[in-house]
């Protein structure tokens, strides 16, 4: 039977969120990643049954613990709350609750974190066992079972540190094994590997593994141990320096998500713009209030003869010009959306009316008012459109290429308005094969050269979408040029976008080169996906606001892909959109729609979440349905052409009779990433 395992978020804040009638500014990263690595994790050993949420209060976490523990949880996991802060209380809400201590676990965790960060003196981990209560019939070996307790920072990156740790070389199953009753042999049996020794083969914690291109097949890796610097990533100093295996766990598409959300700043800068097309694809800063009443005083809703309708029965009345006052006993000619005259109350319609005499340069003098009008009939009420103060267009709104927005600035007498200012995107390709496509003919020593598609490609994606580019170029693979270029784009921009570099090759410098050349934190080195798993995201700190660098695979269908996923949604926070309601868990606060539609075409699964590159078009009953653009390779940008939507195709589940194909004619959703023609 798999082990029992519960995780429990301690946080003020979360807690706070969660409790609120919109929780979807705080998304539970660290209690994702910890379910994440436990589920994943390729022994199957483990089942999450619960997770909770609770402020930094000694009280409310004992009182979930202990349930947990009556519940007879194998193992138990906290995030958050065991640093030096004042609110920082899991310690001391665990410590009481611990009937022996486990201090190697205890050691294990600080001495790994320490190779990461020296910061990690500051946090406080408390490990140990809480024993269950005796069963009824237990025997002595059952007697003292218990639940092993792990208390963990609250810094996403800090628990998918630790977990490796734990979860590296069996300790914390084996662990588990022993406190359950058992003898360990089966932990010990795996550890030994399938050669008898402690150096087999293991898998990953998060049970994924492959090539970090898109090519080859998926097979377990060799562990490696880290360098002592600090650095996650190693000295780019030649090929025996690099790597073998990534130091980047594989994340799931909403934990990296997630992590965007959680890293890419708030927009910081407004600035005020005229109403004119240059606003298209702009977001509001400050909402958007009417000024006065909207009409400020009644008028027609058609065209046709300002009346007092008590005074005005059918009958024959004399035709008041527009511009003299208005009397009793006559009627006043008025079209569409003019203010109706003093004294005046309603409008006979043009069609309830005939001319009885004109003069001779054709005005009308007299007509016959054939049907009887209410008082405020065919009348626009002041304020009835919109009252005065009224909010009409939301800070966080859009002003779309439809005119509907900028029309209804016009319309509120708005001849500008505050909006946010928007990233600048500086955009960069790496690789020595690669040559403009601009530049003159160029062959290297294998005769041809390689067209740089990614960046036309995404210029093209990135303005279409409203933001300013910043060309970068080209750099071949050297580690100065690529420095100058990033500390150039970085100073230009706000958000930068290279491609290449980011595998396992001699020559793919970006990860060290963000981490120990710029100072940048790498938030995610890989994720599980299809095309894009050396997707990079990294913050480099500035004193304004840090800088987002997403450092895309070569690849060109990839790298275009992965700019629709994962830099789209970081653009569209940062520039003030509304984070839309994403589902439990989930990190698509500011992604592309999606859409649930038929497919035309069965789409094969693979091990990774896939987005499949296709046509989405109505049918002769209206309903969407998505028609494959052709082969997926990772490596023909022409995979891209005529797409407008990504379809998410599930990973393959693995077990026997499962599907390996989502069949032509099934559902599935989609991302919207064009227009539906």
Not at 18 to 30: D, E, G, L
Not at 498 to 525: A, C, V, Y
Request: hydrophobic share 35%; charged share 20%.
């Amino acid at each position: 039977m798999p082990f029992k395992a519960y995780i429990l978020t301690v946080s003020d804040t979360l807690a706070q969120a969660m409790s609120a009638s919109n929780p979807i500014q705080t998304t539970n990263t660290s209690g994702l990643t910890l379910r994440e690595s436990l589920q994943q994790h390729s022994s199957k050993q483990f089942s999450v049954e619960e997770e909770a949420v609770v402020a930094d209060d000694i009280a409310d976490i004992q009182r979930t613990i202990k349930r947990w523990i009556a519940a007879r949880a194998d193992l138990i996991l906290t995030t958050g709350g065991t640093g030096f802060g004042t609110r920082d209380v899991t310690p001391e809400a665990i410590a009481p609750l611990v009937s022996k201590p486990t201090p190697g676990l205890t050691h294990l965790l600080l001495s790994h974190s320490l190779q990461k960060t020296p910061m990690a003196v500051l946090s406080r981990p408390v490990t140990g066992i809480a024993l269950h209560a005796p069963l009824p019939q237990s025997t002595p070996e059952t007697q003292q079972t218990g639940a092993i307790i792990v208390t963990l920072p609250g810094s996403t990156r800090a628990v998918g540190e630790c977990m490796d740790a734990l979860l590296g070389d069996s300790v914390l199953q084996h662990a588990l094994e022993l406190v359950s009753g058992g003898s360990g042999s089966r932990q010990h049996a795996s550890m030994q590997g399938p050669g008898g020794g402690r150096d087999g083969a293991k898998a990953s914690h998060t049970g994924l593994s492959g090539t970090e291109t898109d090519t080859g097949s998926a097979r377990p890796r060799t562990e490696q141990r880290e360098e002592s610097s600090g650095y996650v990533t190693r000295d780019p100093g030649g090929p025996a320096s690099r790597h073998r295996k990534s130091p980047y766990p594989i994340l799931s598409l909403d934990a990296a998500l997630n992590l965007i959300a959680e890293h890419t700043p708030s927009p910081r800068q407004t600035h005020e713009a005229s109403i004119d097309r240059k606003l298209i694809g702009a977001i509001l800063a400050r909402d958007v209030t009417a000024r006065t009443d909207l009409p400020l005083r009644p008028t027609t809703n058609v065209d046709g003869y300002a009346v007092s309708a008590h005074h005005t029965p059918p009958g024959p009345y004399r035709v008041s010009a527009s511009n003299a006052g208005f009397e009793a006993g006559s009627v006043q000619r008025i079209n569409t959306g003019q203010g109706l005259p003093s004294g005046a109350d309603a409008v006979v319609m043009v069609e309830d009316t005939e001319l009885l005499e004109s003069s001779d340069d054709g005005e009308e003098r007299y007509i016959k008012v054939l049907a009887q009008v209410d008082a405020g009939e065919n009348v626009r009420k002041a304020g009835s459109d919109v009252k005065q103060g009224s909010v009409i267009l939301q800070a966080g709104q859009r002003l779309s290429e439809l005119g509907g927005e900028l029309g209804t600035l016009a319309f509120l007498g708005y001849p500008k308005v505050t909006i946010h200012t928007k990233p600048k995107v500086a955009i960069l390709s790496t690789g020595n094969e690669l040559a403009d496509i601009a530049a003159p003919k160029q062959t290297d020593a294998w005769g041809f050269r390689i067209w740089d598609a990614n960046r036309p490609g995404l210029r093209a994606a990135i303005e279409s979408a409203g933001y300013e580019v910043v060309d970068l170029g080209i750099v071949h693979d050297d580690r100065q040029a690529t420095v100058d270029a990033l500390r150039r784009g970085l100073e230009e921009a706000e958000v930068v976008l290279t491609t290449g570099g980011t595998s396992m090759g001699e020559s793919d410098l970006l990860k060290p080169i963000i981490e120990r050349d710029l100072g940048g934190k790498i938030h995610f080195g890989r994720v599980a996906m299809k095309p894009g798993k050396p997707t990079t995201f990294a913050t480099i700190p500035r004193e304004s606001s840090d800088r987002v660098v997403f450092a895309l695979p070569g690849n060109p269908a990839s790298a275009l892909v992965c700019f629709y996923v994962f830099v789209l949604p970081s653009l569209r926070k940062l520039c003030g959109h509304h984070a839309s309601i994403a589902p439990s868990g989930q990190g698509r606060s500011w992604s592309v729609p999606r859409v649930k539609l038929r497919l035309e075409n069965a789409m094969k699964l693979d091990p990774r979440p896939e987005f499949h590159r296709a046509v989405v078009y109505p049918d002769a009953n209206g309903r969407l349905v998505a028609r494959s653009t052709g082969s997926q390779r990772s490596s023909g940008m022409h995979s891209m052409a005529t797409a407008n939507a990504l379809v998410c195709v599930p990973a393959l589940d693995g077990s026997p009779g499962s599907p390996t194909q989502l069949q032509a004619g099934s559902e599935a959703l989609a991302m919207l990433i064009g227009s539906i023609l």
